[in-house]
């Protein structure tokens, strides 16, 4: 008579959190939560800003968002000036710091051997000069903005605004628009860092921590800036739309 098994636990409990661990695909950390946090926010609070900018009915949120970019710009150079090595600003300051060397280096470039390692760097010089021109940008955008909110100027100012807010879109599109190329030419989403903060590969975590509270805080800080604008504004609100509609009404009687 055949005496019958059975499976141990260790063997039926199914694969340890080790062996899970194993079978994931390897990859390793290059961005923080928080970083990634200010990226999105100053992209949606720009992109918030620049649809609301036309008409009386939502210059309320056109400020608000406008406010927010100037504190998250603020809070990203904090972030260089003091974050992790990786989110340094003088990362980007180096990264430029090559580019006239770069130019230079261009006239000599007359085989494909130096054509390919010259291309590299100019695809990461144009991204750092991208990413440098935004954040220049953010400050002059944000200035003639309170300005034309506080009545400084007239005409003038509001086209002084304009111009930097269009200035600012063309080269939010060159941004997006280079990652879709680097993206088309690299077989690999360029952007997708930015989103999960990782890359496939082994090695060691460019960012050894992950920040995670700090962008949770960087969010909370926000929409509390946001409710509070709504709530201390609801007047003023009303009162645009208020005038928007008779505008709209005297518009309809002639």
Request: glycine content about 8%.
């Amino acid at each position: 008579m055949t005496t019958p098994t059975f499976p141990s636990p260790e063997t039926s409990a199914g694969p340890t959190g080790a062996q899970i661990q194993a079978l994931r695909p390897a990859s390793r950390r290059i961005v923080d939560a928080t970083t990634r946090m200010l990226h999105w926010l100053m992209a949606l609070s720009f992109t918030g800003a620049y649809f609301t900018a036309d008409g009386e009915r939502w210059r309320v949120v056109h400020v608000t968002l406008g406010y927010t970019l100037a504190g998250l710009l603020v809070a990203r150079v904090l972030w260089g000036l003091f974050g992790p090595r990786h989110a340094r600003l003088s990362v980007l300051q180096r990264k430029l710091q090559g580019l006239p060397a770069w130019l230079k280096s261009l006239p000599n470039i007359k085989s494909l051997t130096t054509l390919q390692p010259a291309w590299r760097q100019g695809q990461n010089l144009l991204m750092a000069l991208a990413v440098a021109l935004i954040f220049g940008l953010v400050i002059p955008l944000t200035l003639s903005g309170y300005a034309v909110w506080d009545e400084w100027g007239g005409e003038w100012l509001e086209e002084v605004h304009e111009f930097f807010g269009n200035t600012m879109l063309a080269l939010v599109l060159a941004h997006i628009g280079l990652i879709v190329f680097l993206s088309l030419l690299r077989r690999k989403n360029q952007a997708l860092p930015m989103l999960t903060g990782r890359v496939a590969g082994n090695g060691p975590d460019l960012a050894k921590r992950n920040h995670g509270i700090l962008a949770v805080l960087v969010l909370a800080c926000v929409l509390a800036f946001w409710t509070w604008q709504w709530r201390e504004a609801p007047q003023g609100a009303a009162a645009s739309d208020a005038v928007a509609a008779d505008n709209d009404r005297n518009i309809d009687g002639h």
